[in-house]
């Protein structure tokens, strides 16, 4: 036999253990964390946790002291917070993030990709780690998250929370809410992620980070990062969470909120307009705090990483 002939079973072995490489790759762990399975809830570093439902939500658990839980935007992951968690697991605390169903390295699921699942699974993953004392911060739909997760299991284990560009109370334009965004717009987006998600995530990138704005400087880097997270995801699931992230009013989760509360939003978000979100769930919620952001983008986490970090510092310790 030729030495550059392999048999056909041999070839198949290399092709499949290239493609367990490069999906190993993709979600950010190594391809032997990939062969020997799943981690289990409770291994350090990284584990899942598994939803009432079936559904295995993958998440980072690094460090030691209070705890402090990252919920991501659509269509992210918790790779979004990695800048945020080295940071405060430098400084002292526990920090954990996690992979929103149908997102990232979590199951991707035909059913349940809406709020009260979302909210479920983040109950699941804090009662699992038995968190007490935690601050949840929660950025765009992740604040959404977050809100509903208080209005829905309540704040027993919340000391403190903090919603970054948060679509709260509602993004959709209505009768009763005339700030909000066009039906159009989000019809849009689900045009744009059905048709071509690879290209619709890339050209979103440009208002997300403010990208599109004079003098802007733009980092490939980072929008290269927040492709790679988008692709991570199921597409199915990505179209339904786009109603979640729209069309659900959240002013009742927002009056159930008893814990301190900062909202932090740049007045140039141009995917979270802050006249329809934070300047009116700022004054619903009791005891909140709200931080403006002059010409300051979606993306603040990243283009105002500095500035950021150190307020979410300033807010725990306070």
Not at 44 to 70: C, E, M, S
Not at 147 to 158: A, E, K, P, S, V
Not at 252 to 270: E, R
Request: hydrophobic content about 40%; overall charge neutral.
């Amino acid at each position: 036999m030729n030495s550059t002939t392999a048999p056909l079973a041999t070839r198949r072995e290399i092709l499949a253990a290239g493609i367990g490489a490069v999906a190993a790759a993709a979600a950010g762990l190594p391809a032997a964390a990939q062969a020997a399975g799943p981690a289990k809830a409770g291994a350090p570093g990284t584990g899942f946790v598994t939803a009432k439902d079936g559904a295995r939500i993958f998440y980072k658990d690094w460090g030691k002291g209070q705890p402090v839980l990252f919920s991501h935007g659509w269509p992210l992951t918790a790779d979004a917070w990695d800048a945020q968690m080295v940071f405060l697991g430098q400084k002292g605390y526990r920090v954990i993030a996690h992979d929103r169903r149908s997102h990232g390295r979590s199951d991707q699921t035909w059913d349940g990709n809406h709020m009260d699942s979302y909210a479920d699974d983040l109950h699941a993953l804090i009662e699992a780690l038995d968190l007490k004392n935690l601050v949840l911060v929660g950025h765009s739909t992740g604040g959404g998250e977050i809100t509903h997760y208080m209005g829905r299991h309540g704040t027993r284990r919340i000391a403190k929370a903090v919603l970054v560009g948060a679509v709260p109370p509602l993004m959709l334009k209505t009768a009763a809410n005339p700030g909000g965004l066009p039906l159009e717009v989000f019809d849009g987006i689900r045009k744009g992620t059905y048709d071509d998600r690879s290209q619709f995530f890339r050209n979103l990138t440009m208002p997300f980070y403010g990208y599109n704005r004079a003098g802007a400087r733009i980092s490939e880097g980072v929008r290269q990062s927040f492709w790679l997270q988008g692709m991570m995801g199921g597409i199915k699931g990505q179209l339904d969470c786009i109603r979640e992230f729209s069309e659900v009013d959240y002013t009742p989760d927002l009056k159930k909120i008893d814990v301190p509360t900062l909202f932090i939003h740049g007045d140039d978000d141009q995917i979270v307009p802050i006249g329809a979100s934070a300047l009116l769930a700022s004054k619903i919620v009791k005891n909140s705090t709200l931080k403006v952001y002059k010409g300051a983008d979606h993306g603040l986490t990243v283009t105002h990483q500095d500035r950021f970090n150190a307020d979410l510092l300033d807010f725990i310790k306070s």
